[in-house]
């Protein structure tokens, strides 16, 4: 495994980011969403964390975790993402930030910004937040990077702008809250 890889990670993250809107999975016929009034208790590989009430997980293949806020407008809906893969050895997150940047920029992200360094349950991360264009939307996304045990989790939000301030203190919400197992 190489430095290259968390290129892929980056690459693939946006790619899935953007992807996740667009289908009517959660609502009913006369487009009512289906949503939890209770928190949602989200287990993966390694982790844990809970969403606060009226975010439905989803299954979504490639992704490790996958979460929709159902009062969001059904076309694009405000969505949460982890995609987990391996990491090279010896290198650390803050060494991977260039690589995950470039990752998301090949992918067609635009006013990239270099979020403060943060922590996830005492783990060291770093984010990015950035515009990207979904057909005629632009949504606005935000990854959240962690390398641990040989592994880099990359924890993505994406919401349409109008959206995306609510969706990111639920978002937020859902860091303070992940445990690592």
């Known amino acids: 495994m190489t430095v ?16 996740c809107g ?5 609502y009913d016929s006369k487009g009512t969403p289906s949503t939890p009034a209770k928190p949602t208790k989200v287990r993966g590989g390694g982790y844990s964390f809970t969403a606060p009430p009226g975010w439905a997980q989803r299954r979504v293949r490639g ?3 996958a979460l929709e806020r159902r009062e969001s407008a059904p076309q694009y809906p405000a969505s949460v993402t982890v995609v987990v893969a391996p990491a090279p050895k010896g ?9 995950f940047r470039q990752g998301v920029t090949k992918q067609g992200a635009r006013k990239i910004v270099d979020l403060p360094a943060m922590k996830v349950d005492g783990e060291r991360a770093v984010a990015l937040r950035y515009e990207r264009r979904a057909g005629a939307v632009t949504l606005s996304q935000e990854v959240v990077s962690v390398i641990r045990k040989r592994r880099t989790y ?16 639920d ?11």
């Open 171 to 181: 978002f937020r919400r859902m860091l303070r809250s992940w445990r690592w197992r």
């Open 154 to 169: 990359a924890i993505g939000l994406t919401a349409p702008p109008g959206r995306f301030s609510a969706a990111e203190r």
């Open 22 to 26: 667009g289908d009517s999975g959660g």
């Open 91 to 99: 290198v650390t997150v803050e060494q991977a930030a260039p690589i």
């Open 63 to 65: 992704l490790d975790a």
């Open 4 to 19: 290259r890889s968390l290129s892929s990670v980056a690459c693939l993250t946006a790619a899935l980011l953007a992807g």
